[in-house]
């Protein structure tokens, strides 16, 4: 059982629709990493909801048992203390009056920042358990070939006695792995 329900990860739902980013991209609206006080993620993000500041921030349920046995879910952010925004001066005039930032890091290379959430973003829509990888090793690039992340791209790494597909987010040189079986890729 969950110790408290999952959160709204993504504020709008359809924030990495390219019909939206262009929207956005008009109304002079750039991507930060939003770098916030310690564990004050969610809060961020709930304070900024009611401003309509566009956010992403991938959460992901890690399970763990209890010395009585019983097996709890917690929702933590894949990436502690960050919250990518898509902001205007004027919305990240808002962010910072939520008093939960500690810095705010603007983005050199936005399309390829971009990419890459846009890649968690549908890792995090397939339910595949996803766990945080912040070790980038050199490894295969490969892209899945089939099935509902077909198009992810990412490098193979080796953990334990499974292969699994490193997705990362270059910016922040950290990123997700799932497991994947040779069949399911293509060399680059």
């Known amino acids: 059982m969950p110790i408290l329900k999952e959160e709204q990860s993504i504020f709008p739902e359809n924030l990495f629709d390219e019909s939206y980013l262009e929207d956005r991209r008009d109304s002079d ?14 809060d961020f993000m709930r304070r900024i909801l009611p401003h309509q500041v566009p956010f992403f921030c991938p959460i992901i349920g890690v399970s763990k048992r209890s010395p009585k046995g019983r097996v ?34 603007e983005v050199d290379d936005e399309e390829r920042l971009v990419f890459d959430l846009a890649q968690i973003s549908q890792l995090m829509t397939s339910k595949q358990e996803l ?8 490894g295969t ?21 499974e292969a699994r597909l490193l997705v990362t987010v270059n910016y922040l040189q950290q990123g997700t792995s799932l497991e994947i079986k040779d069949f399911e890729v293509e060399k680059l």
Do not use: D
């Open 29 to 42: 609206a750039h991507w930060w990493a939003v770098y916030t006080l310690s564990r004050r993620e969610k």
């Open 141 to 161: 690039l490969v892209r899945i070939k089939s099935g509902p992340m077909e198009g992810i791209e990412g490098v193979v790494v080796q953990s334990r006695s």
């Open 72 to 105: 709890r879910t917690t929702f933590t952010p894949l990436f502690a203390n960050y919250v990518f925004i898509n902001a205007t001066e004027e919305e990240r005039v808002q962010a910072f009056k939520t008093n939960c930032i500690s810095r705010c890091l």
């Open 131 to 138: 766990r945080f990888e912040s070790k980038l090793e050199p």
